[in-house]
């Protein structure tokens, strides 16, 4: 079964405004969290990453913050551009001694209104 | 900056035709996948690749499929008898040992006809 998902397909935000997109994820045993973007015609594109071991990272207007204890990650981009329009995965890597693999969410699209 | 690469950007074959997808990896990294989007939908696991072997595979990855490192710098992908369902992006990525990141290429889109 799917054991990464994301809570809205598609979120609206206004051009300046903050973005946050949310994500849920149901195996505890993953250790590494990664979120993605990915542009029309465009493989995924890394964002940002945390371990397991943290609850917030930050990065270059965005934050990854993850909840342990009720499985949820989220992605927040502060005032949000024309150029973040795309669509966001969260994905997750369960340790493995064999390919440490990478599973998708559904994924959220952003639609930035001017 | 490396990158992972895609050839061809877009391939159109016939129903029951074989296909051959090509990639390029990251010339250090280790760790090679092949990942595959239907339109709209989500990013799916096919198969993982590590020292010269597959490592997992996924349920869409049957008999069809196969993947191949012939020599030090490809990664192929091998649908035996494409069916129609099998239209899609086909993403390549590769991983460094040691790394956490994995690095995805543009994607080839496969269209059956």
């Known amino acids: 079964g799917e054991s990464v998902g994301l809570h809205l397909p598609t979120l609206s935000v206004q051009e300046g405004d903050n973005s946050i997109i949310n994500c849920a994820y149901s195996?505890?045993?993953?250790?590494?969290f990664i979120w993605y973007k990915q542009e029309s015609g465009k493989g995924p594109q890394f964002i940002i990453d945390?371990?397991?071991?943290?609850d917030k990272r930050q990065g270059q207007r965005v934050t990854v913050l993850l909840n342990k204890t009720v499985k949820h990650l989220s992605l927040q981009i502060a005032a949000t551009q024309p150029g973040d329009s795309a669509v966001y995965f969260c994905?997750?890597?369960?340790?493995?001694?064999?390919?440490?693999?990478?599973?998708f969410g559904k994924g959220t699209r952003l639609h930035i209104l001017p | 900056e490396p990158e992972v690469t895609q050839t061809p950007s877009h391939q159109v074959t016939q129903m029951g035709q074989e296909v051959i997808l090509r990639c390029v990896p990251i010339?250090?990294?280790?760790?090679f996948y092949w990942y595959r989007q239907i339109l709209g939908q989500k990013v799916e696991f096919l198969v993982s690749?590590?020292?010269?072997?597959?490592?997992?595979k996924s349920e869409i990855f049957d008999d069809q499929f196969s993947v191949e490192r012939p020599d030090g710098s490809n990664f192929t992908l091998k649908i035996r008898s494409t069916k129609l369902e099998d239209s899609a992006m086909y993403f390549c990525?590769?991983?460094?040992?040691?790394?956490?990141?994995?690095?995805f290429g543009q994607g080839t889109r496969l269209t059956v006809v």
């Open positions: 994905a997750e890597r369960t340790p493995s001694n064999r390919d440490d693999k990478i599973i």
């Open positions: 010339s250090n990294h280790l760790y």
């Open positions: 945390i371990r397991s071991n943290m």
């Open positions: 195996n505890s045993a993953s250790d590494y």
């Open positions: 690749f590590y020292n010269n072997e597959i490592s997992e």
């Open positions: 990525a590769s991983k460094g040992q040691g790394g956490s990141e994995a690095f």
